[in-house]
Each structure stands twice: as C-alpha cells, then as structure tokens.
C-alpha cells in the first residue's frame, strides 16, 4: 500500500510527468526508429545478411555510447538541461530524414553507417540529460523510486514503438515503407522536443558551481578518473568480481542476439519471407523484455530470500540450461521461451551487479567506476558481435556454438562461486 502511494504522489508531479513525457516520446520513436533502419539493413528481400552486417550494426548502435559515455557528463553540469533535451531532439530530425532519404534511394555501406552513428550519438546526450534532471522534479525522498520507473517505462515505451512501427510496416504497401517508418521517427523526435519546452528553461539545472573546472580540464580529469575507478577496483574484489561476470554474461548473451537474428532472417523463413522474419523477431524482442520485466519483478522478492552472488550463480545456471533446452530444438516457440529465460536472466544478473557494485565501492569512487561499467557492458556486446562474425554461420543454426555458450554460462558461474569461497 505504500508503494502504491508513493507512486500515486510521484505521477501528481506536474513537473515529473513532463519530463517522463519527453523520455517516453523519445524513446518510442527510438522503436520506431529501429524497426526501420533493421528492416533496411538486414531484412531486405535482396540481400541475405551474414554475421558481419550485424556486427557492423551492433557496432554503429552501441560504440557512441561506449566513447562518449564518460564524456557526457562534463557539458551537462555546463549547459542548461532544458535546452540539451529541445535541441538534442531536434538535432536528430536532420540525420533521421536524411537517412530515410537514404533507404528510400537503395544507399548502404560507409555512407549510411557513417549518418546514422550521428543520429544515434546524441541519444547519449539525451538519456545522460534525462538522468541528470530528474532530481529537479522530484522530492528527495521519492528518488529511488522515480530512478526505478523511469527507465522501466522507456523501456516499455521503446518496445511499443518497436511493436507499433513492426504492425504499421506489415500492413503497408510500396517498396519504400522502411523509408517512412524511418522518416515517422523524426516525427516522433520533434514531438519529444516540442514537450521538453513546456519546461522551465532553468528548472532542470545545472546548479551554478563557480569551483568546477575549465572543460579542457574536466576532460582530461574525466580519463584519470577512469583510470582511478580501474585501480580502486582492484581494491574492491566484490565489485571487480561482478563486473566481471557482467562482462562475460554480456558476451555470451552479444552470440546469442547474433544468432537469434541470423535465425529468425534466414533459418526460420525464406529470403522472400521477410515480413514474416521481422515480425518473429519482434515477437523474441518483447519475450526478451518481458523476461526483463520479471527480472525487475522477482530479483528484489529474491534477494531477500538469497544473497545476491547466489542468485546471480543461479541465474547464469539458468541461462546455462536454456541454450541446450529448449534452444536447441531449433523452432520458433523454443526460441521464444528462450529469449524470455535469458531477458530474465540478463537483468537480473544486471540488477545484481548493479546493487554489489554501488554498496561495495566508496562513494567517492562510485561515479568513476559506473562509467567503467557503461564502457565495458557495450563494448563486450560488441565484442561478441564481432566474434559471432567469424563463428556463427550464415543462418544461425549451430550446435557447436550452443554447447559453447551454455559451457561459457557454466563456467562463468562456477568461477564465481570459486572467488567467492576463496574469499
């Protein structure tokens, strides 16, 4: 009854509620987005992708938020919140609709790849301003919570406008329907800054702190502190232990998103059949993220019961035996069951090393070495993609690389729990 209360109190905040309305906007036009970029690039009729195309994409996705990630932070306490929210959204229109230009012209290669890290590396700017603000909409005290609903509804939102942008494009006709999915993303981007001015231009901060240093400073103190975050880790076996599994649960989980893909584009349907391909995609999509859903739900119910390193063995346990069953049976439902056990695990594994790592480490430290996190959850994926480049086949189907990822699942938990005992 409490959490009820506190929620109804969080969401009667005018001010909260126009903030949380940039994000979702944004974020279901970052579906819609996707939906049409990911259709172009690997589920054209034409072409029959491999591995290398996904890595190629997975690499334009997530590296901007890798490089600039810790970066971010040195021009958000410098310029106006309000004004990064308007104008990083309406930045995006610009690259979006050339892009849409691009899809609907036939282009691939450098060039498109080379536009759309431009359209993706504001979005860095985007969720880093919506963090930092929200403390200046919300009461102290229901900042937790507001931290918890925030990104779970973005969450939401992006796999609406996933779903939305997947039904639409299905029932369209023409050759250039992924061209107006990825032009309707700019419309959605507009509306998501055009939301941001109903707030007050200063209401979001930064606070004015006359003590902060000159930017070409702060960069430079931004890579030693990287640096310090690396060493104080060293200092902290808990936390260095966690990130540890995170990275390798992130690799192994980057293999399966590659095969998944591979799977649903040229395994599970015929070259001419990409609709159907996509659609199923979607469907895995949203069984992964309501394994996330659950792994918000339970992972709390969980610990209380457990410690959080027993529940995390138990987790890569799970995703271990998924891979083998049902896995590899190889059809569309054991796909999707799949996918819901490993959403599941992949969260609560993240949850769980978010909480070790945030009690374990001083605070002093804890900024700088969430930063290393960000860049080594992003990079690892990537890292996966480009080594399911070289290992996993054209349609995705390998036995071998099952056994290899369940092994490695294994193999990650039982080597925690030998770092735990020898501790």
């Known amino acids: 009854m409490r959490l009820t209360g506190d929620l109804r109190t969080l969401v009667q905040g005018a001010r909260f509620r126009q ?13 819609v987005f996707q939906v049409g970029l990911t259709s172009y690039v690997l589920f054209s009729p034409q072409d029959k992708p ?29 310029w106006r919140r309000r004004q990064v929210l308007v104008l990083a959204n309406l930045a995006r229109i610009a690259p979006v609709l050339v892009l849409a230009l691009m899809v609907a012209g036939g282009h691939k290669g450098a060039g498109l ?77 507009l509306a998501a800054g055009l939301l941001a001015l109903r707030l007050p231009v200063d209401l979001l901060g930064p606070d004015v702190d006359p003590a902060r240093p000159q930017v070409r400073r702060a960069l430079t103190n931004v890579v030693i502190g990287l640096l310090a975050g690396l060493r104080h880790l060293r200092e902290r076996p808990t936390a260095a232990a966690a990130l540890g599994v995170i990275a390798a649960h992130r690799f192994l989980y980057g293999l399966t998103t590659v095969a998944t893909i591979l799977l649903y584009r040229n395994y599970f349907h015929d070259a001419a059949s990409t609709d159907a391909a996509l659609s199923g995609l979607a469907f ?124 490695g699942y294994g193999a990650t938990a039982g080597g925690y729990v030998v770092l735990q005992r020898a501790r």
């Open 50 to 78: 491999n591995a290398t195309a996904i890595a190629a994409g997975l690499a334009a996705l997530l590296l901007p938020f890798s490089i600039l990630g810790p970066f971010v932070g040195v021009f958000l306490d410098r």
């Open 113 to 189: 790849f080379a536009v759309l890290l431009m359209a993706l590396s504001v979005n860095r700017f985007l969720l880093a301003g919506l963090s930092a603000a929200l403390p200046h909409v919300v009461a102290r005290r229901e900042l937790t919570l507001a931290n918890s609903l925030t990104p779970t509804s973005g969450t939401i939102a992006f796999m609406l406008g996933l779903a939305a942008a997947s039904g639409a494009r299905a029932v369209m006709g023409g050759g250039n329907r992924d061209a107006l999915v990825v032009g309707a993303a700019a419309i959605g981007y």
């Open 19 to 31: 903030l949380l309305a940039v994000r979702l906007t944004g974020q279901a036009s970052d579906g």
């Open 284 to 407: 895995a999509v949203l069984a992964s993220g309501l394994g996330f859903f659950t792994a918000a739900v339970v992972t709390p119910m969980a610990s209380a019961r457990v410690s959080l390193q027993r529940w995390i063995v138990l987790l890569l346990v799970l995703a271990a035996v998924v891979q083998v069953v049902p896995g590899a049976l190889f059809t569309e439902w054991a796909i999707l069951l799949a996918a819901f056990a490993l959403g599941l695990s992949a969260q609560g594994v993240k949850i769980s090393v978010d909480t070790l790592v945030q009690t374990s480490v001083d605070d002093a430290f804890r900024g700088r070495v969430f930063s290393v996190y960000d860049v080594v959850f992003n990079v690892v994926f990537v890292a996966a993609a480009a080594v399911g480049a070289l290992v996993i086949p054209s349609n995705g189907k390998s036995y071998p690389l099952l056994l290899c990822i369940s092994l």
